[in-house]
């Protein structure tokens, strides 16, 4: 018996063999009068037929009718059965079971719907594997892996435990923060580049809008291989042309990029060092890589596409189907060599937090602890807060530059929040950032102020 891989990300629904990609098409569904179509076919027509089109269904895989009246006798489930059949006429004869990566925010009920549907098609499902396990094939010995992919909705982040094989942690759905929230802001970018530089508007029209979603994939690489982007649409036999700076693109994503970057940050304690496994998808974002260099640090892994699925096959391809229930596996052994990741010397105090500011305030900080709290003790430096909000303990947290950075610590069971995450023990700080206690709670901003020399 062969085995075929599957990896469930509805940007990309990829379907891998021994030697190649077999099916490799996004989420997308087309309801016309009297076709269901899906995959690219359906993509193809979303910017021409925006009210007959589809997208959420393998994130939200439920039976409940859709909410658009004309498709009232449709579920979501009917969607994913669709395209699961299809996907599977494509593959048939090319491995006879499947393994399945599944990401993050599919949720138990989402699985077990998916398994009904799979069964009822005559799919055989050995197994389901969480994607970021399938994609994480090595140790990072001296680090800790994150794994960060984008679905068409959300951008997950999994947090990989290393005690003798890759297993997950925690993982983190940023919502409204996917491809196609990406893909949004720059198709109204460069139509609005189109306007100010040939007085073109390719939004005008439906069929001109579909071109623009069309060539993004080109222009996205353009962007994240050089300084300018050159657009062209031909429309009516007339070509219009348009050029944008590539950083144009990357402060377009920067609300979403900011996201990412926040919610990574709290996942990370001060004395970790990151290890940033990045997707094909993640690393084909425009300065993304490089804002994830330079806020989070550590060192970054590039995956080329179909990588998740190809590194569940390689791990499973012995899986033979039982009488057991498939359930969710998170965790499997390494099949490739450990990477040593060597601890980069500790930095300097350059662009770091030198102060916290709370009610107008500035408080410095250096070597020695500043607690925060309702009752700290006397004999520390602290901010005393008051003692009637909330969530906030005696001796909550504290902040201090040591090891070449800037830390907090929390000691409270009620959390520390920093950018509105709550922190794990500790987490590194950055000059801007905000951190809260307690609900509503205080806030602190991190500051750097200028030295009496003016530097």
């Known amino acids: 018996m062969s085995i075929l891989a599957a990896h469930l990300n509805d940007a990309a629904i990829t379907v891998v063999g021994s030697k190649k990609v077999l099916y490799r098409q996004p989420g997308f569904a087309l309801l016309d009068d009297d076709e269901l179509t899906t995959g690219d076919a359906a993509f193809s027509q979303a910017r021409v037929k925006p009210r007959r089109i589809q997208n959420e269904y393998w994130s939200n895989l439920r039976t409940d009718s859709l909410a658009d009246r004309r498709f009232h006798h449709l579920s979501a489930a009917d969607l994913v059965s669709r395209q699961l059949e299809q996907i599977w006429q494509a593959v048939v004869g ?11 925010y599919m949720s138990k009920d989402n699985l077990g719907l998916f398994l009904g549907i799979a069964a009822e098609l005559k799919i055989p499902v050995v197994a389901m594997i969480d994607a970021a396990i399938a994609a994480t094939r090595r140790e990072y010995k001296g680090a800790v892996p994150v794994h960060i992919d984008l679905s068409l909705h959300s951008t997950v982040l999994t947090r990989i435990a290393q005690s003798g094989q890759a297993q997950v942690d925690r993982s983190v759905v940023i919502a409204e923060s996917g491809v196609l929230a990406l893909n949004d802001l720059w198709i109204h970018l ?3 580049a189109f306007v100010q530089q040939s007085r073109f508007d390719p939004l005008h029209t439906a069929e001109t809008e579909q071109v623009l979603q069309d060539s993004l994939d080109v222009w996205i690489a353009a962007a994240g291989a050089g300084d300018k982007v050159a657009v062209k649409i031909d429309y009516q036999g007339v070509t219009h042309e348009a050029e944008l700076e590539s950083l144009e693109f ?57 990588a998740t699925a190809r590194g569940l096959l390689a791990r499973c391809h012995d899986m033979q189907p ?21 601890v ?11 102060h916290v500011l709370f009610d107008n305030t500035a408080y410095p900080i250096n070597e020695r602890q500043l607690v925060l709290g309702s009752q700290p003790a006397d004999d520390k430096r602290h901010i005393e ?15 201090q530059h040591e090891n070449g950075q800037c830390t907090v610590r929390d000691y409270s069971r009620y959390g520390t929040f920093l950018n509105g995450h709550r922190i794990d023990g500790s987490a590194s700080l950055q000059a801007g950032d905000l951190v809260r206690l307690g609900t509503p709670g205080y806030e602190f901003r991190l500051i750097t102020a200028e030295t009496d020399d003016g530097s």
Not at 344 to 354: L, R
Request: proline share 7%; hydrophobic share 45%.
């Open 344 to 354: 980069v010397d500790a930095k300097g105090n350059d662009g770091q937090p030198t």
């Open 190 to 192: 460069i139509a609005e």
């Open 250 to 306: 990357v402060a377009a994503a920067a609300p979403i990029y900011h996201r990412i970057v926040s919610n990574l940050r709290a996942l990370y304690r001060a004395d970790e060092v990151p290890a940033l496994q990045l997707s094909d998808r993640a690393t084909r974002m425009p300065g993304l890589a490089d804002m994830l260099s330079a806020r989070v640090g550590g060192e970054l892994f590039f995956q080329e596409p179909g």
């Open 322 to 342: 039982g009488d057991a229930s498939v359930s969710l596996i998170r965790q499997l052994p390494w099949d490739q060599a450990a990477m040593k990741i060597d």
């Open 94 to 104: 090319s491995g006879d079971s499947l393994v399945v990566a599944v990401p993050a």
């Open 385 to 399: 807060l008051g003692q009637d909000m909330p969530g906030v303990s005696r001796r909550h947290c504290s902040l």
